[in-house]
């Protein structure tokens, strides 16, 4: 721990990393609330695993093809979006079949991307680190995509706040108001997409649906209006990050892996804590 | 009366999911500040003829007129509330907040809501009681309390048509009562339209009652007998009717 912020004065890679955990923590909070208050985490899961793809094709065509200037994040974003508004189709349109065509479209984006990684040179070390995440890894460039994507989710997250909360809460009632139902739910899964994006930089897309819904699920339990749960999961975001980097530090672990740990640990102990508390307050009634 | 006096009209409207036909030729119309029961069989096609009121479907067949437009026009002058069964009671919102969403459409594009906004909420959760638990969440709320948000919520925009699905479904009697006296004293400025399954109480309360079993017919609820209630459901039912009750007499 002492060695910890010893190192954060020196080390460049790891102030990068601090601040890109505390940057991606707002769009987490906000956009997770949205997740989790709709019950959308499986959408938001196949939007995730797509991004494979697109970081697979970015990386090979800056590899092999030389577009050097392409970045995987530039390809996480564009697959991102796109598999956002087409996973958000089927769940408008195809209602019987939404789960099966969301699993099809989870696998088949990270197929591509595997296929793609397999025929670009350097395999092993990239694939894990687009999986688990590389945030003590993250370059100057990737801060500013990063920060850009945190204030485009934000702004449009907090403009469009209550139209968004009308339509996850009754889509029906919202169309009847007028309101453009399809496009509102399309640009909130596109919010969802950007804030993935931020979110594979800190822990990587398979712990990526962890960090966007436990600190929002911990919040609901505590909050009753969305935009609270949306302050304290913030919050939570933010301190398990910057916890997950400062107790991998020194024992040397995976900074994402432990990030998630933490958020799960509080979740169930803020799951147990609710039970204890609930069955006291029963006893006191029946004693 | 002319067309301009009509709140709803519906001409030679049929609808089918599907081959099956749930509503068939159905033509018929209110007039302004009716108060309308809609009654008839579970599976009859009451929700179905609300949704096509509402331009949420589609006639195949027909023609429909909502306070003198298309109801695709109109659905923004009409306060709906939908059957409280699909929405889910765990959501993050207080009461205030759903109340609120009945000013889209007529509130800013983006942005937060404006101060009347906020009024026009605050009263309609006045109006249907529960102005004390604005603030309160939904979550809390028991389910007739919940009833009365989305009622209030339908209220919230002002509108010159209500139209609500099932709205004593989880109500005890006696705050039944109180929403039907609530709702009469609505019906003073503005038609209501009211789905019940209810039928004993129709003609306690409302001026029209739409029987809807496929094949839709309007009655005066004075003029609705017994038998034509029985024949719809397929089996016994009774009427009450208010000189009945009023007088003490039992219906036969």
């Known amino acids: 721990m002492i060695e910890f912020v010893e190192a954060i004065g020196q080390n460049a890679l790891l102030q990068n990393a601090l601040l890109v955990g505390v940057i991606a923590s707002v769009a987490c909070g906000v956009m997770g609330s949205y997740v989790v208050a709709r019950r959308i985490s499986y959408i938001a899961g196949g939007i995730a695993h797509c991004t494979l793809g697109g970081m697979g094709i970015a990386r090979y065509l800056n590899r092999v093809v030389g577009w050097t200037w392409l970045q995987p994040l530039h390809g996480a974003v564009l697959a991102a979006v796109i598999a956002a508004i087409i996973i958000g189709y089927v769940s408008l349109r195809a209602r019987q079949r939404e789960d099966t065509v969301i699993s099809a479209l989870w696998a088949s984006g990270m197929a591509i991307g595997i296929l793609f990684i397999a025929r670009t040179p350097g395999y092993g070390e990239d694939l894990m680190s687009y999986l688990f995440g590389n945030i003590l890894l993250v370059s100057t460039g990737d801060l500013y995509l990063v920060a850009a994507l945190d204030v485009v989710v934000l702004a449009l997250g907090l403009i469009f706040y209550n139209r968004f909360l009308a339509v996850c809460y009754d889509a029906e009632f919202a169309r009847l108001r007028g309101v453009n139902v399809e496009f509102y739910y399309l640009l909130l899964l596109s919010l969802v997409a950007l804030t993935v994006v931020v979110l594979v930089t800190v822990v990587g897309l398979v712990l990526v649906i962890a960090l966007l819904t436990l600190p929002a699920a911990i919040a609901s339990h505590f909050m009753s209006r969305l935009w609270q749960v949306m302050v304290v999961a913030i919050a939570i975001s933010m301190l398990s990050t910057v916890a997950g980097l400062a107790l991998s530090y020194s024992p040397q672990l995976p900074p994402g892996a432990t990030t998630i740990a933490i958020c799960a640990g509080a979740y169930l102990a803020t799951i147990l804590m609710k039970r204890v508390l609930s069955s006291r307050r029963t006893n006191h009634a029946n004693g | ?252």
Do not use: W
Request: hydrophobic share 40%; proline share 5%.
């Open chain 2, 1 to 252: 009366m002319t067309d301009s006096d009509l709140a709803i009209k519906f001409d030679g409207v049929s609808f089918a999911y599907d081959r099956e036909t749930v509503v068939d030729n159905a033509s018929f119309s209110i007039a302004h500040r009716d108060f309308v029961g809609v009654i008839g069989p579970n599976g009859g096609g009451k929700s179905t003829l609300v949704k096509l009121m509402l331009g949420v479907l589609k006639p195949q067949k027909g023609t429909i007129e909502v306070l003198g437009h298309t109801p695709h026009r109109a659905c923004r002058r009409i306060g709906y509330m939908p059957q409280n069964s699909h929405l889910d009671p765990e959501f993050p919102v207080s009461a205030l907040d759903v109340v609120l969403m009945g000013r889209l459409g007529i509130t800013s594009a983006a942005g937060p809501y404006k101060p009347t906004d906020r009024q026009a909420a605050m009263h309609a959760l006045d109006e249907v009681g529960l102005a004390d638990l604005a603030h309160r969440p939904l979550r809390a709320l028991s389910g007739g309390q919940r009833q009365r948000v989305l009622i209030a919520r339908a209220l919230a925009g002002e509108p010159e048509l209500l139209i609500l699905d099932e709205p004593t479904a989880n109500l005890d009697p006696a705050v039944q009562d109180d929403l039907y006296d609530q709702l009469r004293e609505l019906n003073k400025t503005i038609t209501v339209v009211i789905v019940s399954h209810d039928v004993g109480f129709v003609s306690l309360y409302f001026k029209t009652a739409i029987c809807v079993s496929r094949k839709v017919h309007t009655h005066s609820t004075r003029d609705l007998t017994n038998q034509q209630v029985t024949d719809m459901y397929g089996r016994e039912v009774r009427l009450i009717h208010r000189d009945n009750l009023e007088t003490g007499k039992c219906c036969d």
